[in-house]
């Protein structure tokens, strides 16, 4: 599989993006942001990453491979973001952690259209964000969030309708 980098986003020079040694995919869509120091490492898994048309993915955030994600149109991503749709095995404590590999998919990271990831979240696997949706910052994300909502804390809940 190759990666897919429209000649319309700006890549920061200082982003590092890693290639997958296992055949998942970079997909960066037209007028895509990409600040300085984000980094994008396969790692985990066989997912795809897949960045749609007119995402802005801040300085400091960083993009796991894992078991995918996906991001609609539109999709801003503040500073000091990770998304990790990995998880660990951990439950045989005679081995250890790095020897267990990784636990089953919850179904990746999918983020859909027109929504804002407030700085210092934490996004992971089986997190399915609904179109536009706010995370305030600071937030942990687990599960799925309905359209047009706002939800914020550790884990995220509720906050209100937009």
Not at 32 to 38: A, G, L, R
Request: positive net charge; glycine residues 12%; aromatic residues 6%.
């Amino acid at each position: 599989m190759t990666n897919s980098i429209s000649s319309t986003a700006n890549i920061s020079k200082l982003a590092d993006i890693e290639t997958s040694s296992r055949g998942s995919r970079l997909i960066v869509s037209d007028k895509c942001f990409i600040d300085s120091f984000v980094k994008i490492k396969f790692s985990g898994g066989n997912g795809d990453i897949i960045i749609g048309e007119e995402c802005f993915i801040n300085s400091g955030s960083v993009l796991y491979s894992g078991n995918g994600i996906t991001l609609g149109k539109q999709v801003l991503i503040a500073a000091n973001c990770t998304l990790a749709p990995v998880n660990h095995n951990y439950s045989d404590k005679t081995t250890s952690i790095r020897e267990q590999g990784f636990a089953p998919s919850k179904g990746g990271i999918v983020v859909d259209d027109d929504v804002w990831i407030g700085s210092n979240c934490t996004i992971l696997d089986g997190a399915h964000i609904g179109k536009g949706v706010v995370i305030a910052a600071g937030s942990v994300v687990t599960g799925n969030i309905p359209p047009y909502t706002i939800y914020g804390g550790q884990p995220a809940k509720f906050l209100k309708k937009r």
